[in-house]
């Protein structure tokens, strides 16, 4: 069995992943579950980290655990205070440790970023961006994480210049599973160009978008379009709606979008049909490029 | 025991609601239950309707039955297939009989009313705007039916002419209870200012919704903002997009709202703030007035 020299984690909402590194610097070993914290209180946190790297664990001597992402949220194990853009992304220097009873474990939490005007938050995708920057160190433009609450990021100079939330993700959540869309978009297929022209309609004319929305149920009744169509044409006016809303990011800038590659897809499609050519890289390992870059701030300092 | 004469209903989806009238066609009694459509199999509204109803039936002869709504859907008693608008609210000789196994039950269903293009649909509606035109039969100009899915209804000449259904109601529900901002907006309190300020926001850059939406959750973490702010904000940003959405409907007509007093006064406030000075009436016996009002045309017309 290895014996961790340290371990990082990517902590979030619904799942946990950790990485347990050897004396060499490399992995050894992954493990991941679904006890995330929003499935947590404060007092759960420890032993689902044991659970999930104690074989990893020496009988004696201290490992340096640096975790990122909702573990440090209000309703986390320890409260991380955001640090405020612009700012580089938190190192380990920034980061606020976490009291365990164990002692083989030395938890260190990095801090979200939040923005003051017009008021915003990010916890987790700092720590993305950090694994961004640390290949891409003078990449100046933006970067879009796709996902439940997209983030859309002014990079500039290594800093966090500004950001925006947008809650697309979650809302095509909610209305293509619990709201009386859900029977026009239940089911496989996609129509790509229903998607487009969704996209370019919401662009065009967000302002309709509550009535569009109630059309696709009424298409779907009065004219049996089919699920694919639907479900397209619903991911593009939500996704429309926030590109409308973004322009002032996206607009003559470069542009790239790191996440899920099918998600991204949608993305760059979508951008691409306004003229801008974004750049896809996909965003699995930045969360663990990330948190190394943290801890190599911090041991450049020392 | 009143024995019916005839009996009214307005079977909605979550509820149903009946009136029994006498010889003199006077209302002698009222009965309603939480059966509505979504919970019944087409061979569950027999046994539902009697349940109601049935200790007002005689032992012999046939009772006629009138009933509106959602129990004429696909998923209904029987499909009362839609009528086209532009037409008038359909009236009892457009009516679907549905097959009774009691022989005292004689049961006919009032159509919706359907529009072609855009496509749009409504069910319930149709019979509340009949029971309007009864008492203003020369009404010409805009109704506006708030609810889980709002009507906006250009009426002229005693018919529907167009309409347009906004999700408004459905997606304030599902944001507000679902939604990551359910923790900002929980509890009690209502903050008038912000409501009109955000309906002013959606309205004037409705392609913001998204990123102000997330502005919310962000809010309350970082400036502890109220929820009696951020819950009059998400529904001022709502109903401000539906309005910017709905405005070839609203702008410079007559415009009447019928609904449920609370919610139909959010849509007078903030439609006096453009400039409108809407009128409003109470929703809650207008099904009512208007299965009586397709009752009398077929009893007009014979």
């Given amino acids: 069995m290895t014996q961790a020299d340290w371990i990082a984690v990517d902590w979030g909402t619904s799942n946990v992943r950790a990485w347990i590194f050897d004396e060499r610097g490399e992995v050894r070993a992954t ?15 420890e032993p689902a980290l044991i659970e999930l790297v ?14 990122c992402g909702m573990v440090g949220a209000r309703q986390g194990w320890v409260e991380a205070p955001y640090a405020t853009c612009p700012c580089p992304p938190p190192g380990l220097a920034d980061a606020v440790s976490a009291t365990a009873a164990d002692p083989r ?30 290949t891409e ?38 209305l293509s599973r619990q709201s009386v869309l859900r029977f026009a978009v ?20 967000p302002q309709n978008l509550s009535a569009w929305l109630f059309g696709l149920r009424a298409d779907s009744l009065l004219n049996e379009t089919g699920v694919d169509v639907s479900k397209a044409r619903l991911s593009g006016l939500l996704l429309g709606l926030e590109l409308a809303g973004t322009k002032p990011y996206w607009l003559g800038r470069e542009v790239v979008i790191v ?21 896809f890289m996909d965003g699995g390992n930045l969360s663990l490029a990330g948190i190394r870059a943290a801890r190599a701030q911090m041991e450049s300092k020392t």
């Fill in 259 to 279: 996440g899920a590659p099918s998600l991204s897809d949608l993305y760059v499609t979508a951008l691409a049909e306004q003229g801008v050519s974004a750049r």
């Fill in 54 to 67: 104690g074989q990893h664990l020496p009988e004696t001597g201290k490992v340096p655990v640096i975790a």
């Fill in 186 to 205: 239940a089911g496989d297929g996609w129509d790509a160009q229903s998607f487009q022209a969704a996209v370019g309609d919401a662009i065009s004319s």
């Fill in 105 to 134: 474990l030395d938890v260190s939490i990095l801090p979200g970023v939040k923005q003051s005007g017009p008021a915003d938050v990010m916890r987790g995708e700092e720590t993305q961006i950090g694994g961004f920057l640390a």
């Fill in 137 to 174: 160190p003078g990449f100046d433009g933006i970067l879009c994480l796709p996902g439940t609450h997209t983030k859309w990021v002014h990079i500039s100079a290594g800093e966090i210049v500004s950001f925006r939330t947008c809650m697309t993700g979650e809302i095509f959540a909610l």
């Fill in 31 to 45: 493990a991941s579950s679904d006890k995330g914290m929003g499935s947590l209180d404060p007092a759960g946190f």
